[in-house]
């Protein structure tokens, strides 16, 4: 009976004809990328790298190159998203990018040097500092990326920052250490103190002014005033750092309430046209029928 069942099968069905040889898949050819969408993303890794370097040169107790290094992160940051759109190199790779760079720039960085220099004097409650100021400059940076999907935000508050940004906020929490190169004593409680009324001012729904529309023109009578002044910025603030970053930083925060009043009024302005008007009355009375104009019963002019 066994034998009769194997007489059944085909040598066909024994031994199956080999499958056609199929073509290797064909390897995925990536595009290539243009040279300005690099362009602006070096610039990050560059502040990044400045940033981590403050770290180590906070720990080496070198403080004033360390802010050096914070202060040409800050400026690197400023002009990498201003290339980016520029030269049309944008991209949601450099954002994400960007946002990491700036919370180790402008976050973990400057709250490490303020505790390396004085906040380690107060043990715990320092190193508690350091830690709220690097938390809320995450927590600001995540905001920040979530605000900018959000489709109801009027077209007039993308010139206003909720809450400090990041990189002002750094340089500005350094204040302390400006003044102690400038030979002002400053207590160890008050930097204490300081450093967390900066971590709120981040966190905070205050309205800052951000100046991104500030600077794609300028009139052709302004262009050599505009480089001497430039010129004469960076000149004074490589001859005189402390002094400059001092006046800049207390010049920075008396400038926040007027960023604030901007705010509030052009908040109101918007708000103005969006008022309905009270609709009239509703009466059980009925019209009275149109009088003949001798024009069709249309009015002559429509209010």
Not at 149 to 176: K, S
Request: charged share 20%; aromatic share 10%; proline share 9%.
């Amino acid at each position: 009976m066994a034998a009769g069942r194997a007489n059944c099968y085909t040598p066909a069905m024994l031994f199956p004809p080999f499958e056609p040889d199929r073509e290797e898949p064909r390897r995925r050819r990536f595009r290539a990328i243009p040279v300005r969408m690099l362009v602006p993303n070096v610039i990050t890794l560059l502040a990044l790298c400045a940033g981590l370097t403050a770290i180590r040169l906070a720990i080496e107790d070198r403080l004033d190159l360390a802010l050096y290094a914070i202060v040409f992160a800050a400026l690197l940051d400023a002009v990498d998203g201003r290339i980016a759109r520029m030269i049309k190199g944008t991209s949601r790779f450099g954002a994400e990018l960007d946002s990491l760079a700036d919370f180790v720039n402008f976050g973990v960085a400057p709250a490490l040097i303020l505790y390396f220099w004085e906040l380690k004097e107060l043990k715990s409650a320092g190193w508690i500092a350091a830690i709220v100021f690097a938390t809320c400059a995450g927590l600001r940076l995540a905001r920040f990326n979530v605000a900018i999907e959000d489709p109801n935000r009027p077209a007039w508050a993308a010139n206003y920052f909720v809450g400090m940004p990041a990189p002002a906020g750094a340089i500005t929490v350094l204040l302390p250490i400006y003044l102690a190169f400038l030979s002002v004593p400053i207590p160890s409680l008050a930097t204490f103190l300081y450093t967390l009324a900066i971590a709120i001012l981040m966190v905070s729904r205050l309205p800052v002014y951000s100046g991104k529309k500030l600077g794609t023109r300028v009139p052709r009578e302004f262009v050599l005033p505009v480089f001497m002044l430039v010129v004469l910025f960076f000149a004074l603030l490589i001859s005189y750092p402390w002094p400059v970053l001092t006046l800049g930083t207390l010049a920075y925060l008396a400038a926040l309430p007027f960023g604030w009043l901007s705010y509030q009024r052009l908040e109101r302005a918007a708000a103005e046209p969006a008022v309905a008007l009270p609709r009239p009355a509703e009466t059980t009375e009925r019209p009275a029928p149109p009088r003949d104009r001798g024009d069709g019963g249309r009015p002559a002019r429509l209010n």
